[in-house]
């Protein structure tokens, strides 16, 4: 039936749709196929900053078509001279971030004596940070709610490894939060490598009471640990936020990890930077 409209009726009504639906439609038959193309349907599914993404990419963006755009949009783009990447969600067309570790307020990161900032071929950035040695961790990720999808549920994600010469990250854990202007939106606990009971045991008897009185706090509750990921690293969930409407553009989430209580020393956790992305 729709096959007998104008196709630019039939443009009209995938530009209601999402991008995966165009996407189907499309392989229907040569009228989808043709109300597909037009222009105003994929500067629908563009985000509205995506002029600003583009001046801001690290590499020329010279597509023909909305269309071309968008799927390039697709694919990770580095910006802000390689300091963050950015995607599309190919089947809604919402955004997500990659900050680097150079984007990110990392305590100390500038002293060679407790961090290192080195290249690694699997990361998508120049650069990660590796800590060397220390007894104190603060990281934390600022991002405007302006910058993301409106109206979306997001998830915001640490991307490390820890290495095999790691020590001192399994001894307490870290207190992540989220927070959105003034507000918190959550707060989390997260062991930044998986503790086992045998080295508990053994590091409780080495620094005492201070350490077994630190893991009451945490015994009742929900302590998250680091997942795999697809691309080679690990991830620890910071939390997870709403951007909300339009009026809600300018606020600030900001997005920390900190291990500040053990006052123990620790190596080998190596930070590449934090995801925002759509949940």
């Known amino acids: 039936m729709m096959e007998r409209l104008p196709v630019g009726c039939v443009s009209a009504i995938l530009s209601e749709t999402s991008p995966e639906d165009v996407f189907r439609l499309s392989a229907v038959s040569t009228t ?25 990419s690290a590499e020329p963006l010279k597509p023909s078509t909305k269309k071309e755009l968008f799927l390039r949009l697709c694919d990770p783009l580095l910006m802000d001279q390689g300091r963050k990447s950015f995607k599309l969600e190919k089947s809604t067309g919402r955004v997500s971030y990659v900050l680097s570790a150079r984007e990110l307020s990392i305590t100390w990161s500038s002293d060679p004596i407790y961090w290192a ?10 650069e990660v940070v590796e800590l060397k040695t220390g007894n104190w961790i603060e990281i934390e990720g600022k991002i405007r709610t302006g910058d993301l999808s409106p109206n979306t549920p997001y998830g915001a994600y640490l991307i490390m490894k820890v290495m095999s010469r790691a020590y001192g990250l399994d001894l307490m854990p870290s207190e992540t939060s989220i927070g959105i202007g003034n507000r918190v939106a959550c707060a989390h606990l997260a062991w930044l490598q ?11 008897q080495i620094y005492g009471h201070g350490v077994e009185m630190l893991r009451k706090e945490v015994e009742e509750g929900e302590v998250r640990v680091p997942s795999e990921r ?23 989430v900001k997005m920390s990890l900190k291990e500040v209580k053990g006052y123990q020393l620790k190596g080998g956790l190596v930070i590449e930077g934090i995801e925002i992305r759509p949940i």
């Open 117 to 126: 900032w080195k290249s690694m071929p699997e990361s998508r950035f120049q």
């Open 194 to 204: 998986s503790p086992s009971c045998q080295k508990q045991e053994m590091e409780c």
């Open 230 to 252: 697809g691309d080679g690293w690990m991830e620890i969930e910071l939390g997870q936020f709403f951007t909300g409407g339009p009026e809600e553009s300018t606020k600030e």
């Open 32 to 56: 989808f196929y043709s109300a597909s193309e037009w222009e105003f349907i994929w500067e629908k599914f563009l985000p509205s900053e995506y002029r600003d993404v583009v001046s801001r």
